[in-house]
Nanobody, 115 residues
Framework: QVQLVESGGGLVQAGGSLRLSCAAS????????MGWYRQAPGKQRELVAS??????NYAESVKGRFTVSRDNAKNTVYLQMNSLKPEDTAVYYC??????????WGQGTQVTVSS
């Protein structure tokens, strides 16, 4: 099945920036949606941002600070995170949906924002 490999997580001070990357491999059916979810301790996993057919979608909490983009030829999605806040601290998961009905997840990458 599809494998999603993430990179770019780490520790950053409040107000700083990080860029996450996620590349899909072992793709059998075309991927039409790629995006990012996050899960903080004690909270449910939530959608952060996604891109599908050129359209983007963002959680209200990150709108204006985060930008999602996709390189379709490389099956890679990026999440540029600016003006990071401590409440952005979470494990961030890459997600992809394909036309075969598959839903795939990356292993998660930790983003920690210090005060």
């Amino acid at each position: 099945q599809v494998q999603l490999v993430e990179s770019g997580g780490g520790l950053v001070q409040a107000g700083g920036s990080l860029r996450l990357s996620c590349a899909a491999s072992r793709v059998t059916f075309s991927i039409y949606t790629m995006g990012w979810y996050r899960q903080a301790p004690g909270k449910q996993r939530e959608l952060v941002a996604s891109v599908s057919g050129g359209a983007t979608n963002y959680a209200e909490s990150v709108k204006g600070r985060f930008t999602v983009s996709r390189d379709n030829a490389k099956n890679t999605v990026y999440l540029q995170m600016n003006s990071l806040k401590p409440e952005d601290t979470a494990v961030y998961y890459c997600n992809a949906l394909d036309l075969g009905g598959g839903r795939y997840w990356g292993q998660g990458t930790q983003v920690t924002v210090s005060s």
